[in-house]
């Protein structure tokens, strides 16, 4: 993990460049956003873009599926996109590679862990106990989905390298399929491939690691120091409008999210969807306000030196900023 990151820097230190929003039609600043993953798991996001609330605050939003926090991060830093969101882990990570201009977290969206654990035995009476000597798909190394399974499993008193098989080389995407054909025992799975495996009748979630974990913060939105220090009206309208999805989500029930975000989620049913955002919203989700509190990173840090990934502490006011979402907050 470290070494992948220091190439990534060495890389971006020859190529890097400040992509800056420019004016695009009808006065619209156009801004490129990279998510880790297109998920119904961020459906505040997804409120905002389908409710114009972007264009109320006069910006046009490109989104760019990204396919993994390490790919994330690096557009960020490139300069392929203006701002990432993914795990604030991969921002700790760039700060203490010593990048220069680091990558600085402005609004935290979810506060809980968005995937489940799937069980292939669709009877079972789950315990966290059942797990030891079974085989897990989980996730990649120094992944938020791995360090927080990982760092469930020690809060039950079972340690991840002897009392259970993790499988931690299927790509991203392609776990649900891996567990159809046969892999594993269990697997770890976000939305909407947790309830797709239980329709399908090949497996039921038995555990939410959102609830098991308590709230972590789980995925940020992150812009590089200098594009923030050039660019904090883009970033104030930008939090603005994703603050306006969270109080959308707050006020209305998910049959409403569902209906809003379908544009988004073409491929799956209206049913299914809001089954999906149910789960979701039952388990407390979602932030009522963007700010990432001190605490928070606390606890992040606590899950990365428990699964050995991080080489040091960061302070807090390095690597985030409130101004942003307690602004948002306010309106």
Not at 259 to 273: G, N, S
Not at 301 to 320: F, H, M, N
Request: net charge negative; hydrophobic share 40%; aromatic share 10%.
């Amino acid at each position: 993990m470290k070494k992948k990151w220091i190439s990534v820097l060495a890389v971006i230190t020859i190529f890097a460049s400040i992509l800056t929003g420019c004016k695009g039609t009808g006065g619209l600043t156009e801004i490129t956003l990279n998510e880790v993953a297109h998920s119904i798991f961020y459906a505040p996001m997804y409120v905002a873009i389908e409710k114009g609330y972007f264009e109320e605050e006069g910006l046009k939003v490109d989104l760019v599926n990204g396919l993994g926090a390490d790919k994330t991060m690096t557009a960020v830093l490139s300069g392929d996109c203006d701002i990432g969101f993914m795990g604030a882990e991969a921002t700790i990570y760039v700060y203490n590679e010593g990048a220069e201009d680091y990558v600085v977290n402005f609004a935290q969206l979810t506060q809980r862990a968005g995937n489940f654990l799937v069980s292939r035995d669709n009877n079972e009476e789950f315990d966290w106990n059942n797990l030891k000597g079974k085989t897990v798909i989980g996730g990649r190394p120094g992944g938020m989905p791995q360090m927080v399974f990982e760092y469930i499993l020690k809060k039950h008193g079972m340690d991840p390298k002897k009392d259970l098989t993790i499988i931690q080389n299927i790509d991203f995407g392609l776990t649900s399929q891996a567990f159809s054909s046969g892999e594993g025992d269990y697997t770890i799975e976000f939305e909407p491939a947790a309830t797709a495996l239980e329709l399908e009748g090949v497996g039921k979630v038995v555990a939410s690691l959102g609830v098991e974990s308590g709230k972590v913060p789980y995925t940020t939105f992150a812009a590089k120091k200098s594009y923030i220090e050039k660019n904090p009206e883009i970033i104030q309208k930008f939090t603005n409008a994703i603050q306006k999805g969270l109080d959308f989500v707050a006020t209305h029930s998910p049959k409403e999210i569902a209906e809003a975000i379908q544009p988004q989620f073409a491929e799956t049913d209206r049913e299914k969807l809001v089954m999906i955002v149910t789960r979701y919203y039952e388990q407390d989700t979602w932030k009522d306000n963007l700010i990432f509190e001190e605490e928070s990173l606390t606890l992040l840090q606590d899950i990365l030196e428990e699964a050995g990934e991080l080489s040091k502490r960061v302070p807090y006011q390095e690597i985030i900023t409130r101004k942003y979402a307690e602004e948002a907050a306010k309106k």
